[in-house]
């Protein structure tokens, strides 16, 4: 981007820079006050001058946004946190009816229903519904510079 002194900012050069800030702050150069107090900068400017002003104490970002080295599954850490403790859960209460049937001798109520059903059918509704996937993103950005 050619940065010439006196010259208005459009749009785009904005959201330009903002992404860029964006970048360095997913990278951990900036902390959220920080992106939050340049970004205000950044859409508050008229000048290009004042947008290089910006990003001068920042390192300049090569052209593609580096991929991350962590794949991203179907499921936030968080559910799959869930799903575990779940299956754990319910595998011991599993456990300990057998054992409780087979040392009484006879088939008694099936109790971890209550247990496994209305926890796995909370878990099963929020997957699919996908409430918590969508904010993952901007949860784990948050996450990040903490």
């Known amino acids: 981007m050619d940065i010439s002194p006196g010259t208005r900012a459009s749009d785009a050069e ?3 820079v903002a992404e860029a800030l964006g970048r360095h702050m997913a990278d951990g150069r900036l902390n959220v006050a920080e992106y939050n107090e340049r970004l205000n900068r950044v859409y508050g400017t008229a000048t290009r001058e004042d947008l290089a002003l910006v990003l ?3 390192p300049k970002l090569s052209k593609a946004p580096v ?3 962590r794949s991203q599954g179907r ?6 946190i869930e799903g575990s403790a779940w299956l754990a859960v319910g595998l011991l ?12 001798g006879e088939f008694t109520y099936p109790w ?7 926890w796995g059918a909370v878990l099963a509704f ?3 519904m996908g409430w918590e996937a969508t904010a993952s993103g901007a949860c784990s950005a948050s996450m990040r510079t903490r």
């Open 112 to 118: 971890p229903i209550w247990v496994i059903g209305p």
């Open 67 to 69: 991929a991350q080295s």
């Open 126 to 128: 929020r997957a699919v």
């Open 14 to 16: 904005r959201a330009h």
């Open 93 to 104: 209460c599993l456990a300990i009816w057998a054992m409780v049937s087979v040392a009484s």
């Open 56 to 58: 001068g104490d920042l």
């Open 75 to 80: 499921f936030p850490i968080w559910q799959r």
